[in-house]
């Protein structure tokens, strides 16, 4: 029986159900960049004026939960379906940033092996000034049975 997604989206949407604190290390952004090839000293230099994260490092922030905790489960193979970033501003070394995370979107695509049901993640993330520096989505894709 295929999964009713207007009934999980009517449930689940924009609903926070994590909330998670992080301390921002520049040593790991800054070996995160290089790692990626990034050659831009403000992401690379430690002792350049502007150093900060580059824009994507933020997706490698996770939560405690993927899901509510009363999110039923889906009959169906589950897989990473991609990351996606919205930058708002700079994340620096030492920042305290807290991360809210709900389900944003909830949606379905059929391809040839069948209906896939994918479930986007959103974590908000904000500095202790309450300042929305950054949206880090995680996509996953369940190929229904």
Known sequence: MATDIE?????????????VEFEIDGTRFREYAIAAGETDPKFTDISNPDFQAPPTFVSTLVGRRTF???FPALNGVSMDAGKQVEWKAPVRD???LVGRSH???IYTKTGRSGRMVFL????ELYDKEG???????????IRER
């Open 131 to 141: 300042t929305h520096v950054a949206n880090a989505d995680t996509r996953t894709v």
């Open 7 to 19: 009934d999980l989206r009517e449930r689940f949407l924009n609903i926070e159900f994590d909330e």
């Open 120 to 123: 986007v993640t959103r974590m």
């Open 94 to 96: 030492g920042m305290k």
């Open 68 to 70: 509510p905790s009363d």
């Open 103 to 105: 389900l944003h979107d």
